[in-house]
């Protein structure tokens, strides 16, 4: 992501203000699944609505299980 402003201190990892955090614990809000249910389910095909932030821990997670 490229911005030429400055990052908002705090904000630098895409999550800021009054966001709804990506995961709490292992599950992914806003989907209800874990991070490696969410996965399973990318592997088979499935679509599951992640947001930007979730498919970058997700995609992250699936590739440390190699």
């Known amino acids: 992501m490229r911005s030429d402003k400055a990052p ?10 009054a966001d709804v955090p990506p995961l709490i614990g292992s599950v992914l ?7 490696a249910q969410a996965a399973a389910a990318l592997e088979r095909g499935e679509r599951v609505a992640l947001t930007d932030v979730q498919e970058r821990i997700v995609h992250e997670w699936a590739m440390a299980r190699l």
């Open 8 to 17: 908002i201190p705090g904000c630098e990892n895409g999550v800021c203000g």
């Open 29 to 35: 809000t806003g989907v209800g699944m874990t991070v």
